[in-house]
């Protein structure tokens, strides 16, 4: 699976951006996606991700109220849309995929359970 990222880019603190996450070269089995973020001098952590079917969605903290993340499996793309960003959700972002598990529930937050990645597009929020 190649995963190609965009709509990253300058925003003020308060506003909004969506993401988007297109992937191509579909595995034999459905897979479940999610978006990672890795600031300066920082691990990457956990976003959010959604099963194969979008039945299932998991946010992690920084994403919880703010962040909506959503799938079209027919497209094969995920989109994140954030709203009231912040300065520290300035980092790059990364879409991944992981095949296999149950398609209805399976939404990994562990990095490690992914085995596609995305190059990342940036997010910078000025204050």
């Known amino acids: 699976v190649q995963l190609q990222a965009s709509g990253g880019g300058l925003v003020q603190a308060g506003g909004s951006l969506r993401l988007s996450c297109q992937a191509s070269?579909?595995?034999?089995?459905?897979?479940?996606m999610g978006w990672f973020r890795q600031a300066p001098r920082k691990e990457r952590e956990f976003v959010c991700a959604t099963s194969w079917y979008g039945t299932t969605t998991y946010y992690g903290e920084p994403a919880k109220g703010r962040f909506t993340m959503s799938r079209d499996t027919a497209e094969d793309t995920v989109d994140l849309q954030m709203n009231s960003l912040k300065p520290e959700d300035t980092a790059v972002y990364y879409c991944?995929?992981?095949?296999?598990?149950?398609?209805?529930?399976?939404?990994?937050?562990?990095?490690?359970?992914?085995?596609?990645w995305g190059h990342g597009t940036q997010v910078t929020v000025s204050s």
């Open positions: 991944a995929a992981t095949e296999g598990g149950d398609y209805y529930t399976q939404a990994p937050a562990r990095r490690e359970e992914y085995k596609f």
């Open positions: 070269g579909r595995p034999a089995s459905g897979y479940a």
